[in-house]
C-alpha cells in the first residue's frame, strides 16, 4: 500500500514551494501588523497557526489564521476593538476586501491574493488554567502538535484528512459534525499511521470510546461516541463536536476499507442522479414525504444550521403530538439559499376520532374525576374510555395552522428563521420538490435516503 499512498500524496500535498510561498506571504502580513501595533503602543505578538503552520493542510487548502496574542491583563473590550483594528488595516493595506466574523469573540476574515486570511485576537497563555476564550487554545494546540509530531506523521494525517473528506466526515462545524483537523492530528499521535487508525477503528472503535494521550484519567467526565482528552486542557473533549451518526460512518467506512481498500476512497463522491430515478426511489418507499422550504438569512453555517435543526426537531415532535409517525427526517440548504426540511411520514392522514384510555374502574377517584374531564366517557371492559374528535386530520392542515404567527408557540423555532416561516413558507410533496429543485441539489434528497451512500465503493 505504501507505493498507492505515495501516489495519493502527490496529489493531496502542498508542494515546498507552496508551502514556502505562504509562509513569506504570511510574515509578511505579519510584519504590517506588527509595526502598526508598535506605532500605536500596543503590545502584542503575532504568529502562524493552524494547520499551515503544523503542516498538515491538503493541497488547495492553504488558508491562513494569524493569531495576535494580548496580554491577559488587557480588558477583553480593548482585545476585540484593536484585534478588528488590526486585522482591517492590514487587509487595506494590502488591497484585499474584510469581512468581520463571529466565534468565541469577532475577528476579521480577508481574501487577499486569493488566500482567505483570519486575523483572530487571543490571549498570551501558557496553559490553559489562564483560558479566558476557547479561541486561546489553538496556539497551544499549535505547539502541541509542532512539538510531537515527525515530518512522515504530518503525511499520515493528510491520508487520513482526504480519506475522511471522500466519505463526508471530516470538519467539525455544525453543517458536518465530523472530525475536526486538530482531532486528525490527535489520532496520528496516537496511532502513528493512517493504516493503524483504519484497523483501529473498524474492529475496536465502539459509543465512548477513550483516547486520553497525556493519562490525566479524565475521560469519565464526558459522555461523547468518541472522547479524545486535549493534550492541552485536561477538561476538554476534542471530539465533543463528533456525532454518534458521524462517528458510526467513519467505523463502517473503515471496515468497507479493510475489506476491499480501492483509491477511490480518496476521491470525493459527486452523486450523479436524474429526476426519474429520485421518484422511482421515492415512489418505491411507499411513504408520505413532504418538505417544508423557507429563505433563510445570510449567516454563518454554525448559526443557520442550528436553528434549522432545532426547528426540524420541534415539527417532528408537534407531528407525533397529532399521531402522525415520522419514520425518517433531514434537513439541507440548496443552492437558491432555501432551508428544506424532510419530513416523511409513515402516514399523513389520521382518523376523525381520537381514543383516549381511562384509569380501571377499580380505582373510583380517579374513574370520577376522568369521568369529570370527558362527559362523553364510557366503560370498556374494566377501563374508562372516552373518544373526541382530532384536531387535525392530515399533515398539511396540521402544519398550516401551528406555523400561523398566532399559533407558532408550539413550536421552538430558530430566532432567525422563525419569521421567513410564518410569512413565507410552502409546503409540498417530496415529488413537487423533485420537480422544482436545481438538479444540482438532488444529492441532497438523495442522501436522505441512502445516507451511507457514500460510505460504499
Known amino acids: 500500500m505504501i507505493e498507492i499512498y505515495n501516489e495519493i500524496l502527490k496529489d493531496i500535498e502542498p508542494s515546498l514551494e507552496d508551502r514556502q510561498n505562504v509562509i513569506e506571504f504570511s510574515n509578511k502580513l505579519i510584519k504590517i501588523i506588527m509595526d502598526y501595533s508598535k506605532s500605536k503602543n500596543i503590545n502584542i505578538k503575532c504568529r502562524l497557526v493552524g494547520s499551515m503552520a503544523k503542516n498538515t493542510s491538503l493541497m488547495g487548502k492553504s488558508d491562513i489564521d494569524i493569531f495576535m496574542t494580548f496580554p491577559l491583563s488587557y480588558p477583553e473590550e480593548e482585545l476585540k476593538s484593536y484585534g478588528l483594528e488590526f486585522g482591517e488595516y492590514c487587509i487595506k493595506k494590502v488591497g484585499g476586501t474584510s469581512e468581520v466574523r463571529y466565534a468565541s469573540h469577532p475577528y476579521t476574515t480577508g481574501l487577499i491574493d486569493g488566500f482567505e486570511v483570519d486575523f483572530v485576537p487571543c490571549y498570551q497563555i501558557k496553559d490553559s488554567s489562564e483560558l ?14 509542532q512539538s510531537h509530531m515527525t515530518e512522515e506523521e504530518t503525511r499520515q494525517v493528510l491520508l487520513l484528512k482526504k480519506f475522511m473528506t471522500s466519505i463526508n466526515t471530516y470538519g467539525a462545524n455544525y453543517k458536518v459534525s465530523g472530525f475536526s483537523g486538530y482531532l486528525c492530528e490527535l489520532l496520528i499521535l496516537k496511532y502513528h499511521s493512517f493504516d493503524r487508525i483504519i484497523e483501529e477503528a473498524a474492529n475496536n472503535w465502539h459509543n465512548r470510546y477513550e483516547i486520553d494521550l497525556e493519562e490525566y484519567g479524565t475521560s469519565n467526565n464526558f459522555k461523547d461516541p468518541l472522547i ?29 476499507y ?3 481498500p480501492k483509491m477511490e ?11 426519474e430515478e429520485l421518484i422511482t426511489e421515492f415512489t418505491k418507499r411507499g411513504t408520505k414525504c413532504y418538505v417544508l422550504s423557507f429563505n433563510v438569512p445570510e449567516l454563518p453555517d454554525d448559526v443557520i444550521y442550528p436553528q434549522i435543526n432545532k426547528t426540524m426537531n420541534s415539527f417532528i415532535k408537534v407531528s407525533e403530538m397529532y399521531d402522525f409517525r415520522i419514520i425518517e427526517n433531514n434537513y439541507y440548504i440548496n443552492s437558491d439559499n432555501e432551508a428544506r426540511i424532510i419530513l416523511e411520514y409513515d402516514n399523513d392522514e389520521v382518523s376523525n376520532i381520537k381514543i383516549h384510555k381511562g384509569p380501571q374502574i377499580k380505582y373510583k377517584e380517579n ?10 366517557a364510557y366503560i ?3 377501563k374508562w374510555i372516552s373518544v373526541s374528535e382530532r384536531k387535525y386530520k392530515n399533515v398539511p392542515e396540521m402544519v398550516d395552522n401551528i406555523v400561523k404567527k398566532e399559533n407558532r408557540s408550539i413550536l421552538k423555532l430558530g430566532k432567525n428563521v422563525k419569521d421567513e416561516i410564518t410569512g413565507n413558507y410552502s409546503l409540498n410533496t417530496v415529488f413537487e420538490v423533485i420537480d422544482q429543485e436545481n438538479p444540482e441539489d438532488y444529492e441532497e434528497l438523495f442522501m436522505h435516503i441512502y445516507p451511507d451512500y457514500k460510505l460504499r465503493r
Request: glycine share 2%.
Open 228 to 256: 479524545v482528552i486535549d493534550p492541552t486542557d485536561k477538561n476538554r473533549n476534542v471530539a465533543a463536536a463528533l456525532s454518534l451518526q458521524k462517528f458510526s460512518e467513519f467505523i463502517i467506512a473503515c471496515r468497507n
Open 380 to 382: 370498556r371492559e374494566d
Open 367 to 376: 374513574g370520577m374525576n376522568f369521568k369529570n374531564k370527558y362527559s362523553n
Open 258 to 260: 479493510l475489506s476491499d
Open 265 to 275: 476512497y480518496f476521491q470525493n463522491r459527486k452523486i450523479h442522479i436524474t429526476r
Open 132 to 145: 479566558k476564550s476557547a479561541v486561546d487554545r489553538t496556539i497551544l494546540h499549535t505547539d502541541y502538535i
